[in-house]
Every structure is written in C-alpha cells, then in structure tokens.
DNA sequence: CGTTCCATTGAGATGTGTCAATTCAAGTGG
DNA sequence: CCACTTGAATTGACACATCTCAATGGAACG
C-alpha cells in the first residue's frame, strides 16, 4: 500500500514517465530478506542482481502473463499486489495465489516451459522479473542461490498444500479466518500492522479464492463483525480480537 | 501393481530376506524414462545412479516419514502406492498426493529442512530414496540434472493447482470423474490399461483426497455404474465409457 | 453525474454431510 | 477350515451449510 501510494504521488496517474529510481539494486532494496531472504553472501548478491530486469510499474487490472504464455521468468513483488488464476475449461475463473511484496510467483511455468497461470495487479504494482535462463546458469555457479531456489519452490508446494486442506476440510468462517490472518501475518513480516490493512482483493475475488460465493463472503465478514472479532468497512479491515480470530480459523496459519 | 506381485511371489510375505534385484541401476529400471526421464545423457545417469539408494520394500501402511521428520531426501516410487497426507490441528487427516510408479514425492520437505506431510504405502511398494544432499551437489555440476529437478517441482506445483481448482469448483460427480481420469492415464503411461485397473486406494482414501464423505463417493461411484459409464466391483474399476467420463469431469486431467 | 461494478441482504433451492443400520470383505486365531 | 472380529462399503432418512436468484444500496471511475 504505501508502495504504491508512493509510486501513484512520483508519477501521477497516467503519465508512465517517472523519476522513481526503479534500478535500485537488490541490496538496497527495502523489502531486504524478504525477497530473496538468502543466505546469499554480498557478492553472490551482486551477481543475483545482475540478472534482476526491473520493469515500470504494472497498472491496475493489467497482466504479467497469461496462461500457456512462452515461459521466461519469474518475479518477485516489489511493491502492490499480484494474483494468478488459471481458467477451468468452462472459461471458470480459479485464484490459485495472491502474492505480496517480497513474494515470488511465476515458478508454475518452468515444468512446460509456459505459464500454467495468468497473473494480474490487483492494484498498481512494481515487480522484478528474474529471467530464468539467467537464473539457472547462476544457480549452476552459486550453490547458495541453487540452495534458495529449491527452497522457494517447495515453499510454494507447501503453500499450496495448507489451500488445498483448507478447501477440503474447513468451512466458510473458518476459510475466511484463515485468510484474514494469512495477510496479517504477511503484513507483520513486512513490518506493517498486523491488526490493520486494507484487503488486497475483491470479494469476488476472496470467494473465488476460498471457493464460496460472493454471497457467503459478505455474509461471513458481516458475522465476524457482529461477533466483535473483526471490524469492517468496505476493504478496510481491523482485527479487534486475533485469539478469537484463531480460534474460528481452527488452522495454523504460519508462513 | 506387476511390480507388487513379483515382489510378494519372490520373497514371500513373511520373509523380508529375499532374492529380487533392488540394486539394479536406473539405466536398467523398467520405468525408464518415467522417473527421470530425463535429458540426462549416459554419463550423467551413471552419476545420478551412483547416488540412488534402493531399500527395502515398504509394507502396507508403512510410514516411509512423517510429518516434522527431518528432511534428508526425497523418494521415487518404484512400485506400489504412496499417499501423503497432512494432519490439520484438529487430528483430521487430509491427503495431498498420491503416487504411482515413476512419481516422484517429498518436495515439500526442502523449505524448512522437514517434511510437511506424511508418506505410507497404500500397498506393498518399494521406493528409491534420492539423498538431497547429494542431489544438490550433483546438481551443481550437471546443468541437466538441475533443470529437470526444478521442473519437476514446477510441475509438483501446477499439479496441486489442479487440485486447488477442483475443489474449489467442481462437485463430487466431477471431481471423482477426474480421479478415476487421472488414474487411467498414469496407468496407461506405464503401458498399463487406461480402462480397467484396481483403485490404489479405499473409499475413504478417495473421499478424504477430494474433500468428499464416504458416503458421497459411494453414491457416486454407484451413480456412474447405473449411467453404465463404469463397471465397480469392490477396488475393481472398469471405465466403460470413457468420453462420458470426461464430459462428466469437465476437466482436463493431463499429466 | 451517470454508468458500472461491487457489496449487502433476504428467501428459497439443493448438494453434500451426518447419523444409523446393514452387508460385505479380509484377516486372525482356534 | 471355520467362526470371529474388524474395518470397508453401501444405503436410506434427515439436517444443514452454502449456492442461486433477485432486489437494492453503495462505491468508484470516467
């Protein structure tokens, strides 16, 4: 959020032209450890930079890449937020992530070479893109970034293995908690309230991610609200009571 | 199963001494391309091979690990059923992968060096355990060998984001319609029929893995026999109609 | 200032879960 | 080899969480 609101003040709404130093190098990035937390001593890190691409800023609504695109890197969220969805062959809409600065998304498309996913900014958004090429031939030299990279992908697998047990086995309120406290904790990393935030998404979206209808979602939050866990206005979202807020979510929701 | 009943027949049930070859070499494995199928040329082979260790076949509802056991390598199945589930806080269990022979599982581990979920033998199976820290260090020196390994974790996250999709959007009829899909088209990449096979797993095992109840999936299953699209006989499925099959599941199960 | 999309709320429909009873299959021990 | 035990599978009746449909209100954006 504050991210973009600084993006939005340096270059205006429309104008693409700006000042903002987007080449500001992985070591002097804010998000520090979160990105590429590694164990990567400085000079591997200067190297890890080399091959960084750091593009202009991505427009609300606008796309990174699309399902069954040519694969060619990944990236990491600098500042706004970005979710992947992939469509069911009924032209259905399924959110499969929803990816915070400091987060790398984009690892689905190395098994065929092309993207498994879409992926879009939910707001304006500034990402790093990390060819892939480039990537595997440092990992080849670097034992550490080969090391981080494993990590990072089977992160994503066990990320997707907690969703994949909450759409199974928890119900409506309990996926919700879930994800209320998902994006707290997120934000408490990037050392932002963790009992205030804006939501990064629609409900829409949020049903779409949890699987439930818009209906259900609304219904939820207006609950929780009336139980005092949360207090809600419009995406604006305090969390007034987190234990009872774990409680409901009945899941650990660690990251 | 082949690979089940040739191990039962040469050493028996009891005796765990035994005579079959677990040492023969992946240059010589009947999977072949499957497992690691990959663009490794001979000499690289010979090198992964040097590291694969072969053990001893796993009983029926043997753990291989468990949840939070330190993680040291990941596995290949070489015969058999493997399932791997979590346990959500409460004690429920909630599967998040099955593998047949060729398939690779305990990705999920690298992250935080323990293993996210459990792994047991659905049946009698024997598997190859890979050491991780030899994988690395090969994989530092074979530029082949680390590619296939990041794309097989690529492809370990496009699976589970199938799996995220069909839960979220498909109702029972469908998401067991895919299952038995997905089955009979592994089954029939190991030149196995893709029409008729015995399920790796209980109804319970399959209610669990899809988020469904017993209940539902034997209503199912019968549901699908009476449209005459299957023939079920206890464990015993016979897909009958195979584009109906697919109509129902909506979906395209590839793999 | 109007258009459009998002969100809320209510009423009713429905797919799936839960509970309970029964049958069936497999493995065990006498 | 036959009871016996135990877990798996089936089937029916009923409950209920969530979806669908519909109407309305509200926010955002050009």
Do not use: W
Not at 33 to 48: G, R
Not at 57 to 79: G, N
Not at 167 to 195: H, W
């Amino acid at each position: 959020m504050i991210n973009m609101e600084e993006i939005n003040n340096v270059h205006g709404n429309s104008s693409r032209k700006c000042t903002l130093n987007y080449s500001v190098s992985c070591n002097d990035c804010r998000l520090g450890t979160l990105c590429f937390p590694l164990a990567l001593k400085s000079d591997e890190l200067v190297k890890l930079d080399s091959i960084v691409q750091r593009g202009m800023p991505l427009q609300k609504s606008e796309h990174l890449f699309r399902e069954k695109d040519r694969f060619s890197s990944i990236y990491a969220v600098r500042s706004g937020v970005i979710k992947t969805y992939r469509l069911t062959d009924d032209g259905r809409e399924q959110i499969t992530g929803l990816y915070l600065p400091g987060e790398i998304f984009g690892m689905d498309g190395i098994s065929l070479n092309a993207h498994s996913c879409s992926a879009l900014a939910l707001e304006t958004s500034a990402v790093c893109e990390i060819p892939f090429a480039s990537l595997e031939v440092l990992s080849q030299k670097v034992q550490n970034l080969q090391r981080h990279f494993f990590q990072l992908m089977s992160r994503e697998i066990t990320e997707e293995q907690q969703l994949i047990t909450l759409l199974s086995k928890n119900n409506a309120e309990e996926r919700i908690a879930a994800l209320m406290l998902s994006i707290s904790s997120r934000n408490a990393q990037r050392k932002l309230s963790a009992t205030q935030f804006r939501l990064p998404m629609s409900r829409i979206d949020i049903g779409n991610y949890l699987g439930l209808s818009v209906e259900t979602v609304s219904r939820v939050l207006g609950r929780l609200q009336r139980l005092k866990v949360l207090f809600v206005e419009n995406r604006e979202i305090t969390i007034l009571d987190i234990k009872a807020l774990q409680n409901l979510a009945g899941v650990l929701v660690a990251e």
